[in-house]
């Protein structure tokens, strides 16, 4: 006779005199949701961007290909990937999914994996935008090259008298 206890998401077998011992790996994480929520905020200059459910902005790597995360090792450090826990599905945006990262899951958005960066000390900070021209806030229409707007053009004036310069 064996009675199981439900522990976050995982579960412990009791033990007792005359009951079978059988224990599965209680994770150190709090109890899933069973969502990974991406959420949009808007962020002067940039738009509408993507965000974790914390708001921190959320980047695409133009290295990347669809999906396959290029990012590794000390990349992986200063441009943390999104992890989806196995068994929590993406949620929020359309387009989103997760791709797979070894033995774990990326989130990505149209099979681009999607990053944090290590810069981006609060909610609602962009400072990874456009770094080493190949990091970009993502949209939720999936353009990675959401760069800051350029100035206005003023329009000029010729120069005074015409002609040929004669």
Not at 17 to 46: I, N
Not at 85 to 96: C, E, Y
């Amino acid at each position: 006779m064996m009675r199981k206890i439900s522990i976050g998401i995982g579960a412990l077998a009791v033990a007792a005199t005359g009951v079978t011992v059988a224990a599965t790996a209680v994770s150190a994480h709090p109890a899933s949701s069973g969502k990974v929520v991406v959420k949009t905020r808007h962020v002067s200059p940039y738009g509408t961007i993507l965000t974790t459910s914390s708001g921190r902005s959320l980047y695409l790597f133009t290295d990347d290909t669809k999906g396959h995360s290029t990012c590794t090792g000390a990349c992986a450090t200063e441009w943390p990937p999104v992890i989806v826990p196995h068994g929590d599905k993406v949620a929020g945006v359309s387009g989103l999914g997760t791709i797979k990262r070894g033995s774990k899951r990326q989130a990505a958005l149209h099979g681009k994996p999607l990053y944090r960066f290590s810069g981006d000390t609060a909610a609602g900070k962009v400072n990874g935008q456009g770094d080493d021209g190949d990091w970009f806030v993502a949209t939720p229409g999936g353009a990675s090259h959401v760069a800051k707007p350029s100035p206005t053009p003023t329009k000029s004036t010729p120069p005074a008298g015409g002609g040929y310069g004669y």
